[in-house]
C-alpha cells in the first residue's frame, strides 16, 4: 500500500505512522512554573539529539505546561522511565489543572535537582538536569506554523541510580527502559542484544 500524507487515505482503523516511528523513547519531563508549582508529564516525541554537547529535545502538538515551564524558568529535568514506573508514568500524563503536581498524583517523589531549579522523579533510575538552549515552532512545507512547540536542552547534569551500572555499563536487564510504540502500546528494552560496527580493511 501506498498513501500521500496530504490525504491521509491509508484506509486503516488508525494511522500507522506513531507506530512506524517507534519504539520512540519516553521524556518524562520534571519542571517548575515561575509560580512554585511543579508538573510532571511524559512525552513520547522526545530524543537525544547529540553528544557534544549533550543535547535533548521534547515537543508537542500546542504549548503545554511543560513548555510554559522550561519557557518561564529556563530549565527542565528528563526522568528515565522503568518498567517499573510504567504505570505511573501513564497516570502523571492525567490533564490535570496548570498548578496541581502530577507527582502527588502518580504517588510519586518529587526531589529537587543538583544544578538546576526543578523537581525529578526520586524513584526514577536515571535524570538527566537540562537547561534550555531554545523553543522553536517549525513550519511545514507551506511556510505555516505546524502548531507544535519543540524545547531543546542542554544536559548539565545526570544522575544515575547505582544499582543498574554492571561492569562500567547500565544494565539494561535492570533497568528495562519502557518506549512507546503507537496507539497505545509500549514496549520494554530487557531483551538485550549486541552488534560491532563493520572494520573494513585498508586499501
Same mark, same amino acid.
Given at each position: ?169 547500565? $544494565? ?12 497505545? $502500546? ?18
Amino acid at each position: 500500500m501506498f498513501y500521500t500524507t496530504d490525504e491521509n487515505r491509508h484506509g486503516l482503523a488508525h494511522d500507522p505512522f506513531k507506530a512506524i516511528v517507534s519504539p520512540r523513547p519516553i521524556g518524562w519531563i520534571g519542571s517548575k512554573g515561575r509560580d512554585g508549582s511543579i508538573n510532571l508529564a511524559p512525552y513520547s516525541f522526545f530524543n537525544a539529539v547529540a553528544d557534544r554537547p549533550k543535547l535533548v529535545m521534547f515537543s508537542s502538538a500546542g504549548r503545554k505546561d511543560s513548555q510554559r515551564n522550561a519557557a518561564e524558568t529556563g530549565v527542565f529535568t528528563c526522568n528515565f522511565v522503568g518498567r517499573d514506573l510504567a504505570e505511573k508514568m501513564n497516570l502523571s500524563s492525567a490533564a490535570l489543572p496548570y498548578g496541581e503536581s502530577e507527582f502527588d498524583f502518580a504517588g510519586l517523589t518529587a526531589k529537587q535537582a543538583e544544578l538546576i531549579d526543578a523537581p525529578y522523579v526520586g524513584e526514577a533510575f536515571a535524570v538527566l538536569e537540562c537547561r534550555v538552549t531554545e523553543i522553536i515552532e517549525p513550519k511545514t512545507l507551506s511556510g505555516a506554523p505546524s502548531e507544535n512547540v519543540l524545547v531543546f536542552g542542554e544536559v548539565v547534569g545526570i544522575r544515575i541510580d547505582e544499582t543498574i551500572v554492571r561492569n562500567g555499563r547500565l $544494565d539494561m536487564s535492570i533497568a528495562r527502559p519502557v518506549a512507546r510504540m503507537g496507539y497505545m $502500546d509500549y514496549s520494554e528494552g530487557s531483551d538485550v542484544f549486541e552488534m560491532f560496527r563493520p572494520h573494513l580493511p585498508k586499501v
